[in-house]
């Protein structure tokens, strides 16, 4: 069975950091896209970075560029998100999610947070940050 395992998340004060582990079992880490979603009470999902693990490749969405890092240990078949700088506005639960993509395709291009391309999810950790 595919499964996909966030964890890392809790509470943490404004400028504060967290990481953000997602583990993957079930399929070949190599042939797929792994992202990050997050979705705050009210509001609708959105991508906040993905990662091919195969080419090291990286996308981040504008509003957490230079405060975000995503890396991945492909031995282990995680994915990392470092959270720094966080602010109120990042509090929402995150989800990790993969998208199997040809290994034929230019990955550094491909990249996207387009979440209906991503095939597998995971159960979310909750991320809040206190003014």
């Known amino acids: 069975d595919v499964q996909l395992q966030a964890s890392g998340g809790g509470l943490v004060q404004a400028g504060g950091s967290l990481r953000l582990s997602c583990t993957a079992s079930?399929?070949?880490?190599?042939?797929?896209?792994i992202g990050w979603f997050r979705q705050a009470p009210g509001k609708q999902r959105e991508g906040v970075s993905c990662?091919?693990?195969?080419?090291?490749?990286?996308y981040y969405a504008d509003s957490v560029k230079g405060r975000f890092t995503i890396s991945s240990d492909n031995a282990r078949n995680t994915v990392y998100l470092q959270l720094n700088s966080l602010k109120p506005e990042d509090t929402a639960v995150y989800y990790c999610?993969?998208?199997?993509?040809?290994?034929?395709?230019?990955?550094?291009?491909?990249?996207?947070?387009?979440?209906?391309?991503?095939?597998?999810w995971g159960q979310g950790t909750q991320v809040t940050v206190s003014s």
């Open positions: 999610a993969a998208d199997r993509v040809p290994r034929t395709f230019d990955r550094k291009s491909y990249l996207n947070l387009h979440d209906v391309l991503y095939e597998y």
């Open positions: 079930g399929f070949t880490f190599d042939d797929y896209v």
């Open positions: 990662i091919s693990p195969t080419d090291g490749s990286t």
